[in-house]
């Protein structure tokens, strides 16, 4: 079986090569343990190997679609997580409470250390609007949610999909920990990625979004839109990001 990584929750074009490098050294943990370890990252759907006839449960039913039938510049997550091959991957707790932990391993977590939100593997969500529609805040020193309700009443919600612990799950339950729902936005856009999210509040297309810590901080250092934004609120610190495998591997080569 030809095995596949993919690091793919902050492979920012700006940062491959820095990405690319934290893979050569995970690759090389994993060869000198023994996996067949990929030389390069999977990227797209064409990087995928085929699974004719599609990706399946022990029991037989199709669970994601053939890499080789989906568009081939594009990435399935889906796909990728669900593959076969799977060797190591990044994914969200979001998809994972909803359905793909029941085919993968989750052997380790992302460090969100020296991160405005984040410290060791918990992390939270930056809320953003544009500058002078609200008061710029800090993230709490004890991981509590700070929401400014008021503020977010009546406007319009940009998050990357629903399934999304920091740009969607998140926000709606310290929501409802506060007595209120999602439908204090008067609309929902999903944009499909943390950078669009970003842009489509800084281009007026929508008025508020909740940005994971880390990618945050991806977009103030790369993107301009992030400059026309400041920080409203935060969302409560939760688990950041998990690294899974189709297979167990040792905990020590992630520690």
């Not at 889906?78 to 993968?104: D, N, R, S």
């Not at 992390?123 to 710029?136: C, F, K, N, Q």
């Given at each position: 079986?030809?095995l596949?990584?993919a690091l ?14 934290q893979?050569a ?19 797209r759907?064409a990087?995928?190997p ?12 199709v669970?994601?679609p053939d890499p ?7 990435l ?9 091959g ?13 359905g793909l ?10 460090d ?7 410290s ?8 953003v ?9 800090k ?5 509590e ?7 977010m ?5 940009a998050f990357?999909?629903r399934?999304s ?11 409802e920990a ?7 936005f ?8 943390h ?6 509040v800084?281009s ?9 810590c880390k990618s ?18 935060w969302t ?20």
């Amino acid at each position: 079986m030809t095995l596949v990584a993919a690091l793919p929750m902050y492979d920012w074009p700006e940062r491959r090569a820095e990405v690319d490098a934290q893979w050569a050294a995970l690759r090389d943990a994993l060869r000198s343990n023994g996996f067949d370890a990929p030389d390069f990252l999977v990227r797209r759907n064409a990087d995928l190997p085929a699974v004719p006839g599609g990706i399946k449960n022990k029991a037989g039913n199709v669970i994601a679609p053939d890499p080789a039938q989906l568009p081939p510049d594009d990435l399935d997550r889906h796909a990728l997580w669900c593959h076969p091959g799977l060797l190591f991957a990044q994914t969200c707790w979001g998809p994972l409470e909803l359905g793909l932990q029941a085919y993968v391993h989750v052997v380790g977590q992302d460090d969100y250390s020296g991160v405005d939100g984040g410290s060791g593997e918990l992390y939270s969500s930056a809320l953003v609007m544009r500058r002078g529609e609200g008061t710029p805040v800090k993230a709490p020193a004890g991981g509590e949610a700070s929401l400014p309700v008021q503020v977010m009443r009546q406007k319009r919600l940009a998050f990357n999909s629903r399934d999304s612990m920091s740009g969607y799950l998140a926000l709606q339950r310290d929501l409802e920990a506060q007595g209120e729902t999602l439908d204090l936005f008067i609309s929902h856009t999903e944009t499909g990625g943390h950078r669009n999210s970003v842009e489509a509040v800084a281009s007026g297309r929508a008025d508020i979004a909740a940005i994971d810590c880390k990618s945050w901080e991806l977009a103030q250092r790369y993107d301009e839109a992030a400059s026309a934004l400041v920080v409203v609120g935060w969302t409560g610190k939760r688990k950041g990001l998990p690294y899974i495998s189709a297979f167990e591997l040792p905990a020590h080569l992630f520690a």
